[in-house]
């Protein structure tokens, strides 16, 4: 199984802060790596798939890179909105996994 | 828009059975592979399963529910069912189900889900 690791683990972060959480693949995903962010009580909202590509419908201040072991969300001025829950989720293998989540209070 | 809703959740004794299912709209079902993913209280997501498209040949399992759990789909109801065996306690969790994106990809691989249904609860208890 490939394992995905997340860090930090949480973090605490002021409106308009830049945050940056940091995903790494066990094993070479390429770049089958996409992000979610979830909030509490609510099902999971794909952010970005594909290691880069921005979903339809979600803000520009999300950003992702990296492709290979090591991948990157960026939030560049965080919202109120975006106080969450974010996991990574690799799908270049059976089974599909995903990192231990990133909480951002 | 594209709309999942699941159903079939609730309360059940260590052992027996539940089918859970997930009813899709707004697309055009058979051309996306689909997903099962669960949460369990206060813990990260797990994936559970995944089928194929249009002709759901193809059919994954985590080593956690494999030979418990069956994943299915009916076309013409545009729906996705889960069928649980043999319940854990550890089994217990919000069950979400998702679509697969591309649309008409060949592998459930190289993909991501989206939309996500609203999921529903499942708690596996004596």
């Known amino acids: 199984d490939i394992q995905m690791t997340q860090s930090p683990s949480s973090l605490s972060a002021s409106v308009g802060d830049r945050v940056t959480i940091t995903c790494r693949a066990g094993q070479t995903i390429n770049t089958y790596l996409n992000w979610y962010q979830q909030k509490k009580g609510m099902a999971p909202k794909l952010l970005i798939y594909a290691s880069s590509n921005l979903q339809s419908g979600v803000p520009s201040r999300f950003s992702g890179s990296g492709s290979g072991t090591d991948f990157t969300l960026t939030i560049t001025s965080l919202q109120p909105e975006d106080f969450a829950t974010y996991y990574c989720?690799?799908?270049?293998?059976?089974?599909?996994?995903f990192g231990p989540g990133t909480k951002v209070d | 828009q594209v709309q999942l809703v699941e159903s079939g959740g609730g309360v059940v004794q260590p052992g027996r059975s539940l089918r859970l299912s997930c009813a899709a709209s707004?697309?055009?079902?058979?051309?996306?592979?689909l997903h099962w993913v669960r949460q369990a209280p206060g813990k990260g997501l797990e994936w559970v399963a995944s089928i194929s498209g249009d002709d759901a040949s193809s059919a994954y399992y985590a080593d956690s529910v494999k030979g418990r759990f069956t994943i299915s789909r009916d076309n013409s109801k545009d729906t996705l069912y889960l069928q649980m065996n043999t319940l854990r306690t550890d089994d217990t969790a919000v069950y979400y189900c998702a679509t697969g994106r591309p649309e008409k990809s060949t592998t459930v691989l190289r993909s991501w889900f989206d939309p996500w249904g609203q999921g529903t609860l499942v708690t596996v208890s004596s």
């Open positions: 707004g697309l055009t079902f058979s051309n996306f592979a």
């Open positions: 989720q690799q799908t270049y293998r059976i089974p599909v996994t």
